[in-house]
């Protein structure tokens, strides 16, 4: 029997064991070590600064300094640094030894696709997009050595699914769960019951998993992704092709989509824009509300930062984070007053919905706009 996709990424008892202590390190470091940051902040930091300026820190501009000298926020840094660095050299090690079979089988099963694929070699990259290593994963999201290469995707895909594994959420579901794609299809569905979408756009869908989510919750309409990276919707194409779920993938700028006006009814995205220059956004924002129809949604789905909500300490982890780890955009797009962004791109005012909605022990920020 011929192992498909999802067979093949399964990593061996060795791999398997180092990516479930990453996963661990990671929850201590994000979880209980940010919480006794955050008591330490509290009880000493927070004093000492009151004692010596006469107020709190305002915001983490003013904080950053008090957390540099701790050692406690300095060991926490540490971890973080080192099990990012942890994580992609644990997951790599799974990629290199399965990747010239998963690429065999994807070229196999795209012999005869049902769905379609458009690349465009010619495209640019927008910087600073183009030179970052997000999430500092090494060579970034668009590194390629040929046609055929699906590593850099690979990879990507292989991060979700640890992150999925420290979670507790791959004993209960298959390879490739499009858990998050389903969530943002229950909010569209909830909040726009009476949207019936002939076609569909997913905005940065990455490896594509959670574009599945998008045919699964409207089955009769037309499902597109594009993302800027050609590894990444070579492998989305593959994924879905395997999967018998026919979808559209494009290699395109979110600025500049090449689709003509008013073609879609639904325009999605999850946490594209924190990792997106804010000067892009509104670029996106705009392309999007020309793309829609009379009635149709943009709909997002990103991080709940934004600085109002955030104590002290968060704010400066945060900050740290944009700094030192491979999310440089984070900050720029919690910092962005989003409802405004979308009424300069031509959303009305009575078109735009902003609010925050819960998920697990978190919340997402959910944001856009609905063409009258």
Same mark, same amino acid.
């Given at each position: 029997?011929?192992?498909?996709?999802?067979?093949?990424?399964?990593?061996?008892?060795?791999?398997?064991?180092?990516?479930?202590?990453?996963?661990?390190?990671?929850?201590?470091?994000?979880?209980?070590?940010?919480?006794?940051?955050?008591?330490?902040?509290?009880?000493?930091?927070?004093?000492?600064?009151?004692?010596?300026?006469?107020?709190?820190?305002?915001?983490?501009?003013?904080?950053?300094?008090?957390?540099?000298?701790?050692? !406690?926020?300095?060991?926490?840094?540490?971890?973080?640094?080192?099990?990012?660095?942890?994580?992609?050299?644990?997951?790599?090690?799974?990629?290199?030894?399965?990747?010239?079979?998963?690429?065999?089988?994807?070229?196999?099963?795209?012999?005869?696709?049902?769905?379609?694929?458009?690349?465009?070699?010619?495209?640019?990259?927008?910087?600073?997009?183009?030179?970052?290593?997000?999430?500092?994963?090494?060579?970034?999201?668009?590194?390629?050595?040929?046609?055929?290469? !699906?590593?850099?995707?690979?990879?990507?895909?292989?991060?979700? &699914?640890?992150?999925?594994?420290?979670?507790?959420?791959?004993?209960?579901?298959?390879?490739?769960?499009?858990?998050?794609?389903?969530?943002?299809?229950?909010?569209?569905?909830?909040?726009?019951?009476?949207?019936?979408?002939?076609?569909?756009?997913?905005?940065?869908?990455?490896?594509?998993?959670?574009?599945?989510?998008?045919?699964?919750?409207?089955?009769?309409?037309?499902?597109?992704? !594009?993302?800027?990276?050609?590894?990444?919707?070579?492998?989305?194409?593959?994924?879905?092709?395997?999967?018998?779920?026919?979808?559209?993938?494009?290699?395109?700028?979110?600025?500049?989509?090449?689709?003509?006006?008013?073609?879609?009814?639904?325009?999605?995205?999850?946490?594209?824009?924190?990792?997106?220059?804010?000067?892009?956004?509104?670029?996106?924002?705009?392309?999007?509300?020309?793309?829609?129809?009379?009635?149709?949604?943009?709909?997002?789905?990103?991080?709940?930062?934004?600085?109002?909500?955030?104590?002290?300490?968060?704010?400066?982890?945060?900050?740290?984070?944009?700094?030192?780890?491979?999310?440089?955009?984070?900050?720029?797009?919690?910092?962005?007053?989003?409802?405004?962004? !979308?009424?300069?791109?031509?959303?009305?005012?009575? &078109?735009?919905?902003?609010?925050?909605?819960?998920?697990?022990?978190?919340?997402?920020?959910?944001?856009?706009?609905?063409?009258?």
């Amino acid at each position: 029997m011929v192992a498909t996709l999802s067979q093949l990424y399964k990593p061996n008892h060795d791999e398997a064991a180092r990516q479930r202590f990453i996963g661990v390190l990671k929850s201590f470091a994000n979880g209980s070590l940010e919480e006794q940051l955050a008591e330490r902040y509290e009880q000493v930091l927070k004093k000492n600064f009151e004692l010596e300026v006469g107020h709190s820190p305002a915001d983490r501009s003013e904080a950053r300094s008090l957390f540099e000298a701790d050692p !406690l926020y300095q060991l926490w840094g540490s971890m973080v640094f080192t099990s990012q660095g942890l994580m992609w050299e644990t997951v790599g090690s799974t990629c290199k030894r399965i990747k010239d079979l998963f690429e065999a089988r994807a070229q196999r099963v795209t012999v005869n696709p049902r769905g379609t694929l458009s690349l465009n070699p010619s495209l640019e990259i927008p910087e600073p997009i183009a030179s970052t290593e997000i999430h500092r994963q090494p060579g970034g999201y668009f590194a390629s050595t040929g046609p055929n290469d !699906l590593k850099t995707a690979l990879i990507y895909f292989g991060t979700l &699914e640890l992150y999925r594994a420290a979670k507790g959420l791959t004993a209960h579901a298959p390879v490739g769960e499009p858990g998050i794609g389903r969530f943002v299809m229950q909010v569209a569905k909830r909040d726009f019951p009476n949207l019936r979408p002939l076609r569909i756009l997913e905005l940065g869908c990455g490896t594509g998993i959670d574009t599945i989510a998008l045919k699964e919750a409207y089955p009769d309409a037309e499902v597109h992704g !594009l993302d800027l990276s050609a590894p990444f919707v070579k492998f989305a194409h593959a994924w879905a092709e395997e999967s018998g779920v026919i979808l559209h993938f494009k290699q395109a700028d979110a600025q500049a989509t090449g689709y003509p006006d008013g073609y879609f009814d639904l325009i999605v995205s999850h946490i594209l824009f924190h990792e997106t220059w804010h000067n892009i956004a509104p670029k996106i924002f705009s392309e999007a509300r020309r793309l829609l129809i009379s009635g149709g949604v943009f709909l997002n789905a990103d991080v709940p930062y934004q600085p109002a909500r955030l104590t002290i300490p968060k704010q400066v982890t945060n900050d740290w984070q944009v700094r030192n780890n491979g999310e440089p955009f984070w900050t720029g797009f919690a910092d962005t007053d989003v409802p405004s962004i !979308l009424r300069d791109a031509g959303f009305k005012d009575n &078109e735009v919905f902003s609010y925050y909605e819960p998920l697990g022990i978190g919340y997402y920020y959910f944001f856009g706009g609905q063409k009258k």
